[in-house]
């Protein structure tokens, strides 16, 4: 497609339920990147694709947190036994090369999934 | 660690003047600096970014930002401000080289609210 996108973009669901977000990247773009935004902050970063491996896992909060992206394109982001402290927006984002140039890469970013837990 | 500090909540200016977006960072090494736009229901939207070269850049919509090495600043500049620029704008970092688990997350500020008054 030509962007980022994620669905659901609206997700409410109760305390204790798992839920699913899914990111499907711009076609081609092998990095792929899950941030977590609270009200009135900056995105923040959860975890890193490099095509189908997982390489930096390091910004999951907790182990209910997990992230797979068994192709190399799609990406879903699940979190276990939700608890109101994990309503925010979840976004995406995805960017181009592979080795050599990630660092200067520009990461475009999905319009977000507003996760709600009741 | 790296951070990055939006020392203005809100920029208020009005229409047909001259804006500025205050940015300023941290990181251990040399960066490189991104702004991103927040429209209303809309995801991120990459402006501009600062890898090497000449201190003042320029990017979409008529944005420009300055790096200062000596003042760790990125400012976000417009000649003349429009109506449609009010939104919501986040400046960014990622260290310059490889160093870890860690090394491809963007780093946000809190971001700056910019209303532009007719």
Request: proline share 5%; aromatic share 12%; with cysteine.
């Amino acid at each position: 497609g030509a962007g980022v996108s994620q669905s659901p973009r609206y997700k409410v669901t109760k305390r204790g339920q798992d839920v699913a977000l899914r990111c499907d990247p711009i076609s081609g773009h092998v990095s792929l990147y899950w941030y977590r935004q609270a009200l009135g902050q900056g995105p923040e970063f959860l975890t890193y694709f490099n095509y189908e491996a997982q390489q930096d896992k390091s910004g999951l909060p907790n182990d209910r947190f997990s992230a797979e992206r068994p192709e190399g394109s799609i990406s879903t982001l699940t979190i276990q036994r939700t608890e109101q402290r994990d309503s925010a927006m979840y976004r995406c984002a995805s960017s181009s090369t592979g080795t050599s140039g990630r660092l200067t890469d520009t990461q475009y970013f999905g319009p977000g999934t507003r996760l709600t837990v009741l | 660690a790296q951070s990055v500090a939006q020392p203005e909540d809100q920029v208020n200016v009005a229409e047909g003047n001259p804006l500025t977006v205050k940015c300023t960072y941290s990181v251990s090494g040399n960066p490189y600096l991104f702004w991103y736009v927040q429209y209303p229901n809309r995801g991120l939207q990459f402006l501009l970014k600062y890898i090497t070269g000449d201190n003042l850049v320029k990017g979409s919509y008529g944005f420009e930002a300055e790096f200062n090495k000596s003042q760790t600043s990125f400012h976000l500049k417009k000649p003349s401000a429009l109506v449609s620029d009010s939104a919501l704008y986040f400046c960014a970092v990622r260290v310059n080289a490889y160093s870890g688990a860690g090394s491809y997350q963007l780093t946000f500020g809190k971001g700056t609210k910019l209303s532009v008054i007719p």
